[in-house]
């Protein structure tokens, strides 16, 4: 019911409060992230102080790093004309009390400048490893050929400009009906359950479901085979995230 949200591109289920989603629009909206109940009814929209949003196109919620309330990654990360030469993710606690309308402004945003190996890519996806707090990208390309992109925890601090290694290749699999319209081998978006058991995947048909063993990183999950994971009927599939509690998804 939150007006101001008309093209949600990034999703994340609080960490902090229960039955409350974030999120916000895509290129061209304002820098600012709005708070939601599970049935679609606002409860706030809050600006991020001191943020930019060239394109913004995921979100994440993550561990606290100094072990105090959790936090919501943006990732300023889209770049269709694969022309930027670096992106940026803002990193900023969740409000520690329950969203509500209107909502105030989210203060003291770190900033954090990730670099790709071999230059620009266009990115939708960004996920954060509950368990390790590694940052994962995950490129978008129009035949499915994804590149799967790591920063380790430790190097995420404010103000840092972090060189991104390459953890290995992604082919992205067609939905078993593909239809027309948008490509289905193009991710869009992408999340991890609370407990770091699942990731899945956005593209713009399909929602890919990944298992993760106790010994695998993210990006190992990444490289395995994925299945199907039931979804509504959408077009263009934008955005994805876990509830705060890891029993089901919302995509958008």
């Not at 913004?56 to 300023?76: F, H, K, N, Q, T």
């Not at 509690?245 to 958008?252: E, K, N, S």
């Given at each position: 019911?939150?007006?101001?949200?008309?093209?949600?591109?990034?999703?994340?289920?609080?960490?902090?409060?229960?039955?409350?989603?974030?999120?916000h629009n895509?290129?061209?909206?304002?820098?600012?992230l709005?708070a939601?109940a599970e049935?679609?009814?606002?409860?706030?929209?809050?600006?991020?102080d001191?943020?930019?949003?060239?394109?913004?196109?995921?979100?994440?919620?993550?561990?606290?790093?100094?072990?105090?309330?959790?936090?919501?990654?943006?990732?300023?990360?889209?770049d269709?004309?694969?022309?930027?030469?670096?992106?940026?993710?803002?990193?900023?606690?969740?409000?520690?009390?329950?969203?509500?309308?209107?909502?105030?402004?989210?203060?003291?945003?770190?900033?954090?400048?990730?670099?790709?190996?071999?230059?620009?890519?266009?990115?939708?996806?960004?996920l954060?490893?509950?368990?390790?707090g590694?940052?994962?990208?995950?490129?978008?390309?129009?035949?499915?050929?994804?590149?799967?992109?790591?920063?380790?925890?430790?190097?995420?601090?404010?103000?840092?400009?972090?060189?991104?290694?390459?953890?290995?290749?992604?082919?992205?699999?067609?939905p078993p009906?593909?239809?027309?319209?948008?490509?289905g081998?193009?991710?869009?978006?992408g999340?991890?359950?609370?407990?770091?058991?699942?990731?899945?995947?956005?593209?713009?048909?399909?929602?890919?479901?990944?298992?993760?063993?106790?010994?695998?990183?993210?990006?190992?999950?990444?490289?395995?085979?994925?299945?199907?994971?039931?979804?509504?009927?959408?077009?263009?599939?934008?955005?994805?995230?876990?509830?705060g509690?890891?029993?089901?998804?919302?995509?958008?």
């Open positions: 019911t939150e007006p101001r949200l008309i093209e949600l591109s990034g999703l994340a289920g609080s960490r902090q409060h229960s039955g409350v989603l974030w999120g895509d290129s061209g909206g304002a820098p600012e709005y939601f049935d679609g009814t606002s409860v706030g929209a809050y600006p991020v001191g943020a930019e949003a060239v394109d913004w196109e995921d979100m994440a919620a993550g561990p606290p790093p100094d072990g105090s309330r959790d936090v919501l990654y943006i990732g300023d990360i889209g269709n004309d694969a022309a930027r030469l670096n992106v940026t993710v803002y990193r900023v606690p969740e409000p520690g009390e329950p969203p509500v309308a209107p909502g105030t402004s989210l203060t003291a945003a770190e900033v954090i400048t990730l670099v790709y190996p071999g230059g620009p890519s266009d990115a939708e996806a960004l954060v490893d509950p368990q390790s590694d940052l994962v990208i995950v490129t978008k390309t129009l035949l499915g050929a994804s590149r799967v992109l790591v920063a380790e925890a430790a190097s995420l601090v404010a103000g840092a400009r972090v060189v991104m290694p390459a953890a290995g290749g992604l082919q992205v699999p067609l009906d593909p239809g027309g319209g948008l490509p081998t193009m991710v869009t978006g999340d991890v359950s609370p407990d770091g058991w699942l990731v899945a995947l956005r593209t713009y048909l399909s929602v890919l479901v990944f298992e993760r063993d106790d010994d695998q990183s993210i990006a190992d999950a990444l490289l395995g085979q994925p299945c199907f994971g039931p979804q509504e009927d959408e077009q263009q599939g934008e955005a994805i995230a876990f509830t509690d890891g029993v089901a998804y919302v995509t958008a």
